[in-house]
């Protein structure tokens, strides 16, 4: 009854690839006329490396504070989320509103697990940058042949 782990990371895999085709879906009735569904479901932009110690994820956030954003790291899961709102100060009118209030969430499928208690997180200039060091069974080891 048990899966093996290659298994478990494709089923999580089919399950982001689901997701993220449900919220295009469902992001097409949120967007005013002439916005990119495309652009849509893959906000935030992001960028991700691997290194043998950690992974380092970039991801583009313009206009928000880190009050906006939530961050869920689970085993080898990733997930971003947060909201954007917009609001005209008081006393003026809104004449034109290309960039909307809107809720987002991005998640994804680690190939190693993360060490959950020591991620690194810091928004800086409208990106944030996520340092996720995997646990130390996930590391590679030199081992000494006797």
């Known amino acids: 009854m048990y899966a093996n782990r290659n298994e478990i990371n494709r089923m999580f895999g089919a399950m982001d690839l689901l997701r993220s085709k449900m919220n295009r879906i469902f992001n097409e009735f949120n967007y005013p006329l002439g916005s990119s569904m495309a652009m849509a479901s893959e906000f935030p932009r992001t960028n991700a490396i691997e290194h043998e110690d950690r992974f380092e994820l970039q991801a583009e956030l313009p206009g928000l504070s880190k009050q ?46 993360v060490d959950a208690d020591k991620v690194d997180a810091l928004l800086k200039d409208g990106i944030l940058h996520l340092t996720l060091p995997k646990l130390e069974t996930a590391k590679p080891r030199q081992i000494t042949i006797h």
């Open 68 to 113: 906006d954003l939530a961050i869920k790291v689970q085993g080898n899961y990733l997930e971003i989320s947060g909201k954007r709102s917009v609001s005209a100060p008081e006393g003026y009118k809104t004449q034109r509103n290309e960039r909307g209030a809107r809720h987002f969430s991005r998640s994804f499928t680690l190939p190693e697990n």
